[in-house]
């Protein structure tokens, strides 16, 4: 009774999961909108990929330096307004020394290549510019000191950020290298600045005729930290103090490095999808789906009979956990992803095959419908194992070489897809043929074409 | 058991197979995509009737930039035009001598440079050769109680030479493909090679598995002399799952193939000779080369 229960209680959870999958394609619906990820091949959009030269860059310094230009490089991208634009840097295996390291750009649902190139642009810039007292009170006259939460519109920022910062001619060039420093007397971070030769003289010079401004720093454009200028500094040795956490101080630094030696890059790879195309897989795709999965199940059922409809709620089942953990793992659905899905399917069906021909020779030696499932069950687990593992293998293989997102996306649902089959086969296999089995043997529960 | 007493023709039947994939291979040559070779790839859709192959070549012949360039048709309205490296202004122009003649769509767009191509090659090989040591070692590993009477080792050994016969086979079909079809190798295909090297283990797993199982409650003695048998009857009685599993993935493929869009249909065609390759290597190779390294062990007097 209890085996039937939980049957019975898988059962109820299936369809849940079928129901809430359904519901979070909702956009207006009382569950939570959680609607699929989808690759730029199945949206449409620009991916663009460069190689970043980091020959300049002592090895110590190469992550941080990539870290700063995705960072800077995401900034430029958000100007685009691409809603979830993707920037990231990836270490490419098999490539020589000087061309492994690559920003991978991607911008879903532009089309405008050309447009998209431009906007990413060139080497990002580090540049120390001084606070212009006069234009900062003509501002605050006008708006009174910003409270928290007011923004301005743009032409009022427009207004004054053309203004509000003078250009000094003390750029990233100039600057030798950055350093976190911990000053007593309790540890307090702060951050030093070496300049090169011709910074240290240019540095003195803004330090002597600005004592008392606000020397900012900005890195691309954007504002990094606005120290105020303590004195004249003549040996082109600066440090800046300020109510800095470590974190803060760290990531400072590692920004004015990578401005002082900023990383070229140089585009290797590009490709458009148009919005249209996509679609027309997407659609494709789940036909295919449908149709490799209705010819499994009547395979199964004419094979195996009754053991071949738990078979189909098995597969059903497992096809269930795979958009679900599609959905919220996530996992970026692309054209490859969904041509592993497919494969998965004739292979997860392996490990129900493997348990039923087992179960098969159980009751061919005399046991009983339930004794048959729990041997069975037992006796296949080693081959089930030991297959799975070498497709694990594979799939993890695939997936530490690819840096195409096309074999990414299918390395990532076939691991997965071998994982998940080796639960339903194992767990919700086993327990639905527990919970129907009858005591005695029935035509039902017989198998396959007698020879 | 049958295919253990008439392998030789096996053997035959797998090395004439293999043979003629080798001389394909060597003859037409494998033809590589951008994605190894480096160079542009235009998807345009045709929203009223396709023109020919011809046509188009002969259309954008004029574009110096175009020269070499292939055609082919892709799904159901769409062509794919591929070329050396170009820039996005060239496509545009590419674009406008198309729009000149035909009502179209732009669909995709693609450019890899050089270097990456010759990188993805370097890069695939180490991954199918990485994948190949691993398996090997893990069935070494899996298989390590039953040394007697063949070692682990050659357990893994013999998987090594199921694969190659399952690797080399859908590599000439894709040379005859290529040659007359001009269908492509790209990463896809690589992956294809790595899903059938892992799925091609996988069934010959599942006999060594059996074969592990039917030799455990033997005594040294009996294993040695009754081994043919065993292997034999392990066979017969994981055939009949060998062969629906293919069955099962093979409808998957068939599916993915017919109905899954141009994308992943060359990644399914692979898959498919792969798993019938696979499927044959495990039932009529795998075991067969088990009793034929066990019997040249005993001319040894090992």
């Known amino acids: ?451 | 058991m049958w295919i253990i007493k008439q392998r030789k023709i096996f053997y035959i039947i797998s090395s004439i197979l293999v043979g003629l994939s080798l001389i394909t291979i060597a003859t037409t040559g494998i033809k590589f995509g951008i994605d190894f070779t480096g160079g542009s790839l235009v998807e345009v859709a045709f929203l009223e009737d396709r023109p020919t192959n011809q046509d188009i070549v002969s259309l954008v012949s004029g574009l110096e930039f175009m020269e070499g360039a292939s055609v082919r048709e892709s799904g159901d309205i769409s062509m794919v035009i591929r070329s050396k490296e170009i820039t996005n202004l060239q496509k545009d122009e590419l674009i406008q001598t198309l729009e000149g003649s035909y009502t179209i769509e732009e669909e995709r767009f693609s450019t890899i440079g050089p270097s990456l191509g010759a990188e993805l090659k370097t890069k695939s090989i180490m991954a199918v050769l990485l994948a190949l040591f691993l398996i090997v070692l893990f069935i070494a590993f899996a298989f390590r109680h039953v040394s007697k009477p063949v070692s682990s080792g050659k357990y893994g050994m013999i998987t090594v030479v199921a694969f190659l016969h399952d690797l080399i086979l859908p590599l000439g079909v894709f040379a005859l493909l290529g040659y007359f079809f001009g269908i492509e190798v790209d990463s896809l295909f690589v992956t294809a090679l790595l899903v059938i090297l892992g799925y091609s283990i996988n069934d010959t797993i599942v006999v060594f598995d059996r074969i592990r199982e039917n030799l455990l409650p033997l005594n040294d003695e009996t294993k040695k002399k009754r081994f043919e048998e065993v292997v034999g009857k392990s066979i017969e009685e994981t055939y009949a799952r060998s062969i629906n599993t293919s069955l099962t993935t093979l409808l998957a493929l068939t599916a993915l193939y017919l109905f899954g869009g141009a994308t992943t249909q060359t990644f399914a065609l692979a898959l498919i000779v792969g798993v019938i390759a696979g499927t044959y290597s495990s039932i009529f190779l795998a075991s067969a080369l088990l009793v034929t390294v066990k019997k040249r062990q005993d001319k040894k007097g090992m």
Request: charged share 20%; proline share 3%; hydrophobic share 50%.
């Open chain 1, 1 to 451: 009774m209890k085996k039937r229960l939980f049957a019975l209680f898988i059962f109820l959870l299936f369809i849940l999961g079928g129901w809430f999958l359904v519901q979070t394609e909702n956009e207006d619906k009382t569950v939570q909108y959680r609607p699929f990820k989808y690759g730029l091949d199945l949206q449409g959009g620009v991916h663009l990929g460069y190689k970043a030269d980091v020959s300049a860059l002592a090895e110590e310094d190469i992550n941080g330096a990539m870290t700063s230009l995705k960072e800077t490089i995401e900034r430029r991208v958000n100007l685009f307004g691409v809603s979830e634009p993707l920037v990231q840097t990836e270490t490419s295996l098999g490539a020589s020394e000087e061309s492994k390291h690559r920003l991978i750009v991607e911008l879903p649902g532009v089309t405008d290549l050309n447009e998209a190139i431009e906007g990413i642009g060139a080497t990002p810039v580090l540049e120390f510019k001084l606070l212009d007292r006069d234009v900062q009170t003509t501002f605050f006259e006008k708006y009174g000191e910003l409270e928290e939460g007011v923004e301005l519109s743009e032409e009022e920022v427009l207004e004054f950020s053309d203004n509000l910062y003078r250009t000094t001619g003390l750029t990233g060039a100039l600057l030798d290298r950055a350093l976190v420093q911990f000053l007593p007397p309790n540890n307090q971070p702060a951050i030093s600045l070496r300049f090169n030769g011709e910074g240290k003289d240019l540095f003195k010079e803004i330090t002597e005729n600005n004592t008392g401004e606000i020397l900012a720093i900005f890195l691309d454009g954007a504002l990094l930290t606005q120290p105020v200028i303590q004195q004249a500094i003549t040996n082109g040795e600066a440090q800046i103090t300020g109510q800095f956490s470590v974190e803060e101080a760290q990531t400072l630094v590692r920004d004015l490095n990578f401005g002082a030696l900023p990383v070229p890059i140089e585009l290797i790879e590009t490709q458009v999808v148009g919005p249209t195309l996509g679609k027309e897989i997407i659609e494709k795709g789940v036909f295919a789906l449908l149709i490799g999965l209705a010819g499994i199940c009547i395979f199964l059922i004419i094979w195996y009979r009754a053991w071949g409809v738990i078979a189909t709620i098995a597969l059903s089942i497992y096809v269930l956990i795979m958009l679900l953990l599609f959905k919220f793992l996530p996992v970026t659905i692309t054209a490859s992803g969904i041509a592993g899905l497919i494969l998965s399917l004739g292979m997860a069906v392996d490990a129900n095959i493997l348990i039923f021909e087992r179960v098969k020779e159980e009751l061919a030696g005399g046991a009983n419908p339930r004794n048959a499932v729990i041997a069975g069950t037992d006796r296949a687990w080693s081959s089930i194992r030991d297959g799975n593992i070498s497709s694990l293998i594979s799939a993890v293989i695939l997936f530490y070489f690819s840096g195409a997102s096309l074999v990414k996306g299918f390395a990532l649902v076939f691991a997965l897809g071998v994982l998940v089959s080796m639960f339903t086969a194992i767990v919700v296999t086993k327990t639905l043929a527990l919970g129907v089995v009858p005591e005695k043997k029935n035509l039902l529960f017989g198998m396959g074409f007698k020879k």
